[in-house]
């Protein structure tokens, strides 16, 4: 059974940075990619960053490209989202999620995703 946990949210002031980790388990994930989504109160999950698990390539949201930047650690098993930056936009739960690789297909949905994290929430204010 394939588990996400993320951490590392909180709160920072606008201009601060934070690094989002999502511990992965329960599966082999060498054919897999790996995505940070955003949910702000009323609003659509959100994607934000992705990577492929085997080749470590990534891609952005066009709203994060210089500011968000996404890597992982294959040996742990662990995905980060470094956000830089940060405003009060930034603010809503942000999700790790996975799923199978499809060729070079980036998913960018999250009805694309199969596995998801509980969330951790991230608040940007003053």
């Known amino acids: 059974q394939v588990q996400l946990v993320e951490s590392g949210g909180g709160l920072v002031q606008p201009g601060g940075s934070l690094r989002l980790s999502c511990a992965a388990s329960?599966?082999?994930?060498?054919?897999?990619?790996i995505g940070w989504f955003r949910q702000a109160p009323g609003k659509e999950r959100e994607f934000r960053a992705a990577?492929?698990?085997?080749?470590?390539?990534?891609y952005y949201a066009d709203s994060v490209k210089g500011r968000f930047t996404i890597s992982r650690d294959n040996a742990k098993n662990m995905v980060y989202l470094q956000m830089n930056s940060l405003n009060s936009e930034d603010t809503a739960v942000y999700y790790c999620a996975t799923t199978p690789m499809t060729g070079s297909y980036q998913p960018r949905t999250q009805d694309e995703y199969l596995y998801w994290g509980q969330g951790t929430r991230v608040t940007v204010s003053s």
């Open positions: 329960g599966g082999t994930f060498s054919n897999y990619v």
């Open positions: 990577l492929s698990w085997t080749l470590g390539r990534t």
